[in-house]
C-alpha cells in the first residue's frame, strides 16, 4: 500500500467524536456495543523511530531515523489491526515532526497510515489517547509514558 503524504492530522477530538458516534448509534438502535478484540500498537516518534532529536533547530530535517526501525513497523503490520504512531510534543513541532517523516517516506516504508498519526502535548492525554484507540501494545523510551498508559 502506498500512502500519500499527510496532509491532515488525525486528533484526540476525532477519535473521541468518532468513538461517541459508534456509542450514540448503538444507544439509538437499543444495542449493546461489542467491539470485537483488536491488538493495536503505539509507537512514539522520538527515542523510538528517531534518536531523541530537538525539533525546534533546523537540523531536524537532516536527522536519520534509527536503523530498521521503519521496515520493522512494517513487520508488525501481520501481527496488529492498527498501528498508531502517538507523539507527545509542543505544538510548535508538529509540523517539523510531520515534514520529517514525509522526508523520510516514513508512510510508505512502514506502512502505517498517516491518518494514525496523532499528536497531543501531554503525557495525560497521550495516555487518554492510547485508552481511545484501545491500545494493547506500546513502545515508548520513557517509562512515565508507559505507566500512565497502563
Same mark, same amino acid.
Request: hydrophobic share 40%; proline share 3%.
Given at each position: 500500500?502506498?500512502?500519500?503524504?499527510?496532509?491532515?492530522?488525525?486528533?484526540?477530538?476525532?477519535?473521541?467524536?468518532?468513538?461517541?458516534?459508534?456509542?450514540?448509534?448503538?444507544?439509538?438502535?437499543?444495542?449493546?456495543?461489542?467491539?470485537?478484540?483488536? &491488538?493495536?500498537? %503505539?509507537? !512514539?516518534?522520538?527515542?523510538?523511530?528517531?534518536?531523541?532529536?530537538?525539533?525546534?533547530? *533546523?537540523?531536524? %530535517?537532516?536527522? $536519520? +531515523?534509527?536503523? !530498521?526501525?521503519?521496515?520493522?513497523? $512494517?513487520?508488525?503490520?501481520?501481527?496488529?489491526?492498527?498501528?498508531?504512531?502517538?507523539?507527545? *510534543?509542543?505544538?510548535?513541532?508538529?509540523?517539523?515532526?510531520?515534514?520529517?517523516?514525509? $522526508?523520510?517516506?516514513?508512510?510508505?516504508?512502514?506502512?502505517?497510515?498517516?491518518?494514525?498519526?496523532?499528536?497531543?502535548?501531554? +503525557?495525560?492525554?497521550?495516555?487518554?489517547?492510547?485508552?481511545?484507540?484501545?491500545?494493547?501494545?506500546?513502545?515508548? &523510551?520513557?517509562? &512515565?509514558?508507559?505507566?500512565?498508559? $497502563?
Amino acid at each position: 500500500m502506498i500512502n500519500q503524504p499527510m496532509t491532515e492530522y488525525t486528533t484526540p477530538s476525532k477519535v473521541l467524536a468518532e468513538a461517541n458516534l459508534k456509542l450514540d448509534q448503538a444507544n439509538n438502535d437499543n444495542q449493546l456495543l461489542v467491539l470485537p478484540r483488536k &491488538d493495536v500498537l %503505539a509507537i !512514539d516518534l522520538s527515542g523510538c523511530l528517531v534518536k531523541k532529536s530537538n525539533f525546534t533547530n *533546523t537540523l531536524y %530535517a537532516h536527522t $536519520k +531515523p534509527i536503523e !530498521d526501525a521503519f521496515e520493522t513497523i $512494517k513487520l508488525c503490520q501481520d501481527w496488529f489491526d492498527d498501528i498508531y504512531i502517538v507523539v507527545k *510534543t509542543a505544538s510548535d513541532n508538529v509540523t517539523k515532526m510531520v515534514e520529517w517523516l514525509d $522526508k523520510q517516506n516514513f508512510w510508505l516504508f512502514s506502512g502505517v497510515t498517516s491518518l494514525h498519526c496523532v499528536f497531543c502535548i501531554s +503525557p495525560v492525554a497521550k495516555a487518554e489517547i492510547c485508552q481511545l484507540l484501545g491500545l494493547t501494545h506500546m513502545i515508548d &523510551d520513557t517509562i &512515565d509514558i508507559l505507566n500512565k498508559a $497502563k
